[in-house]
């Protein structure tokens, strides 16, 4: 692979060297979506009950205040799961909840709830997989909101039937070769024990780790600290997006969180570009990143996976922003 060739993204997986095909994935780079679908929020909807005290007083007060600012800086991304998996994402971070008055639905939720349901979204999912059959995508569930155990139960149920043979179950080594041997395309990590030890086909919560901080140098600092602890024994998350509290929403008026993190991001690729995956203590695996289609996001991570091979990064110009 040239130094600077654009790679593939669609078909990322199975275009890799022969060499890492046997490389458990979480030992790889492999690009995720935070807040995956945040891009459908349904303005109409209540602001969730698990959000801050000040911003449900603001939004009782100044609804068409709290509104528009609450689309703002909610929204991390703008294009539906399939068009992230075509740019080359493969972990989604999905965050459900039962919408109040909503039915037995489930949706999603950042701040307020989406407009698409879960299951219409996953459907689509399995239509894009069911023409990438050797491309393997990490589906995180978490972030429960006001679900109870016959919710649990019935989600649960539903992934199983949808995916069906597609699941990876959680006492598996996953590999490339092995998932394709065996036609697995899905990790479902779920953030519920019960639902985990019930089912097989359902993994543990991946741990996340995020800054907690819109500054960009705080995001950095502390991803650094983290590569210094001992990894997790499996996949694990490093987030670059950027994280607000109402106080910072509210003394930068002219900003959103596109303008935030578009501002932020030849620092945070930057930052991205220096590492390398693999099974040592300090090794990156997923990488996220909210606004995942405006930059290069995807070819970058991707191709710290040649550094296992001895190559440089294939992408390396970080700077460069659609």
Not at 70 to 96: F, K, M, P
Not at 238 to 251: A, H, K, Q
């Amino acid at each position: 692979m040239e130094h600077g060739q654009e790679l593939q993204t669609p078909d990322w997986m199975s275009c890799l060297p022969a060499e890492l095909l046997d490389v458990p994935l979480w030992n790889l780079a492999i690009p995720g979506s935070h807040d995956s679908m945040s891009f459908c929020l349904d303005l109409s909807s209540p602001v969730l009950g698990s959000e801050p005290v000040a911003l449900k007083v603001l939004e009782f007060l100044f609804p068409c205040f709290t509104r528009p600012c609450i689309y703002r800086w909610a929204t991390t991304q703008q294009t539906v799961l399939r068009d992230q998996c075509e740019l080359g994402i493969r972990y989604l971070d999905l965050r459900i909840a039962r919408k109040p008055a909503g039915g037995s639905r489930l949706y999603f939720h950042h701040a307020v709830y989406t407009l698409i349901a879960v299951e219409e979204a996953l459907s689509e999912l399995a239509v894009w997989l069911d023409a990438h059959p050797k491309e393997i995508v990490i589906i995180s569930c978490s972030h429960f909101e006001g679900m109870t155990d016959t919710d649990h139960m019935r989600l649960a149920e539903d992934i199983i039937t949808l995916f069906g043979k597609k699941l990876c179950p959680h006492e598996d080594i996953p590999t490339l070769h092995s998932c394709w041997s065996r036609q697995h395309q899905v990790i479902v990590s779920y953030e519920n024990d019960q639902m985990v030890q019930q089912h097989p086909e359902l993994w543990d919560a991946i741990p996340y780790w995020y800054a907690d901080s819109p500054d960009p140098k705080k995001v950095v600092a502390y991803l650094e600290e983290q590569k210094h602890r001992q990894r997790p024994a499996g996949f694990y998350v490093s987030g670059l997006n950027l994280t607000e509290d109402i106080t910072y929403v509210l003394l930068h008026p002219y900003l959103n969180m596109r303008k935030l993190t578009m501002r932020s991001l030849s620092l945070l690729l930057k930052w991205t570009s220096e590492q390398s995956p693999g099974k040592e203590d300090g090794a990156v695996n997923i990488v996220c990143c909210d606004f995942v289609d405006v930059s290069h996001f995807c070819s970058l991570v991707i191709g710290l996976n040649y550094k296992l091979l001895g190559f440089d990064n294939v992408i390396t110009d970080y700077s460069l922003c659609r």
